[in-house]
T-cell receptor
């Protein structure tokens, strides 16, 4: 059974700082990995999706990397802003359409 | 939001009563999913559908049933609600581009079982 872990559970940084969120998974036989953002009381917003054959994806100030062999993915946020404050979730999908989520990292960017 | 709506958005019910949650999508996506989100557990898959009348169980399917009689609607039913089913329920769809899919989520339904 795939297990997905996100460390740290919470992170607080000053505005403008670059930061990295970590996601690790136990089974490297994945189909894809997706990063989401969730604001309090809201649904999930898809940020980036990395296929199993890819190493990274970029969207604006966000960059996600994938290293299947080590079971790790990182989400890099450049020049953080208070509006980036949210919980960030990673989810790993296997070849049987089973998607497993991490518990998330709650990010606070202080003005 | 990929045209996903959920109803109701909030519901309070009593133990033992039946409850049906509805997910509606407007973009003809084949795959639809129901998740629940609980503190300490993250999101867990309850059931999913890969077409009209085609459904399969997820990680936490006990106590839940689903139906999909039309492409646009995916219903989640709690036949006899229990307090352990108090949760936030999210519907999602898969949007396929080439060889892979991206999941998009609805706004969620907060269910409280007293």
């Amino acid at each position: 059974k795939q297990e997905v872990t996100q460390i740290p559970a919470a992170l607080s940084v000053p505005e403008g700082e670059n930061l990295v969120l970590n996601c690790s998974f136990t089974d490297s036989a994945i189909y894809n990995l997706q990063w989401f953002r969730q604001d309090p009381g809201k649904g999930l917003t898809s940020l980036l999706l990395i296929q199993s054959s890819q190493r990274e994806q970029t969207s604006g100030r966000l960059n996600a990397s994938l290293d299947k062999s080590s079971g790790r993915s990182t989400l890099y946020i450049a020049a953080s802003q208070p509006g980036d404050s949210a919980t960030y979730l990673c989810a790993v999908k296997d070849n049987n359409n089973d998607m497993r989520f991490g518990a998330g990292t709650r990010l606070t960017v202080k003005p | 939001d990929a045209g996903i709506t959920q109803s109701p958005r909030h519901k309070v019910t009593e133990t033992g009563t039946p409850v049906t949650l509805r997910c509606h999508q407007t973009e003809n996506h084949r795959y639809m999913y129901w998740y629940r989100q609980d503190p300490g557990h993250g999101l867990r898959l309850i059931h999913y559908s890969y077409g009209v009348k085609d459904t399969d169980k997820g990680e936490v399917s006990d106590g839940y049933s689903v139906s999909r009689s039309k492409t646009e609607d995916f219903l989640l039913t709690l036949e006899s609600a229990t307090s352990s089913q108090t949760s936030v329920y999210f519907c999602a769809i898969s949007e396929w581009r080439g060889p892979t899919d991206t999941q998009y989520f609805g706004p969620g339904t907060r269910l409280t079982v007293l």
